[in-house]
C-alpha cells in the first residue's frame, strides 16, 4: 500500500511540475507578444503624429495629441467612477445575501437540537415571532426620501 501511495504521489508531483513549466513557458510567451504589441502601437503612434506634424505643424499636432489623451485619461476615470457605484451596490447585495443564507444555514443547523431539549418550542417560537412581526413593520413603513435601505435604483 505504502507503494501504491509514493507512486500516486510521484506521479501528481510529476503532474505539479509539468503544469509550473507549461504556465511559465505561457507568461514569457505572453509576456513577449505584450511587449512586441506595445511597442508597435508606439511606431502608430509616432507615425500618426509625424503625419499630423506635416499635415497641421508640430505646434498644433503636439497640442492636439494632448488633448486627445488628456480627454481619453478623464473619459477613463469618469468611466471608472460611475461604475464604482454600481459594483459597490452589488457587492453589498451579495453581501447581504450571503450574510442571509449563513443566518439560515445557521438557524436550520441549530433547530433539531433546540426542538428535543426542555423548552425547545418555546425557546423557538419567541424568536420567529419576533421575525414575523419585524417583516410586517418593514412591509408597512414607507420609505423616507434618500434612506439608504430603499432598493430604488
Given at each position: ?24 513557458t ?51 476615470l ?22 442571509k ?42 420609505p ?10
Open positions: 500500500m505504502g507503494t501504491l501511495a509514493s507512486l500516486i504521489s510521484a506521479l501528481a508531483s510529476g503532474e505539479a511540475i509539468a503544469a509550473m513549466r507549461r504556465a511559465r505561457a507568461a514569457v510567451v505572453y509576456g513577449l507578444a505584450t511587449a512586441a504589441a506595445l511597442c508597435g502601437l508606439g511606431f502608430l503612434l509616432g507615425a500618426a503624429y509625424i503625419w499630423a506634424a506635416d499635415r497641421y505643424g508640430s505646434m498644433a499636432a503636439c497640442l492636439g495629441f494632448a488633448a486627445g489623451f488628456l480627454v481619453l485619461a478623464g473619459l477613463i469618469l468611466i471608472h467612477q460611475l461604475a464604482a457605484g454600481t459594483r459597490a451596490r452589488r457587492r453589498a447585495r451579495r453581501r447581504n445575501a450571503d450574510l443564507a449563513l443566518g439560515i444555514t445557521a438557524v436550520l443547523a441549530v433547530l433539531p437540537s433546540l426542538l428535543k431539549g426542555k423548552g425547545g418550542k418555546e425557546l423557538v417560537l419567541g424568536p420567529i415571532i419576533a421575525l414575523v412581526a419585524y417583516a410586517i413593520y418593514k412591509e408597512n413603513v414607507k423616507r426620501p434618500g434612506d439608504p435601505d430603499d432598493d430604488a435604483e
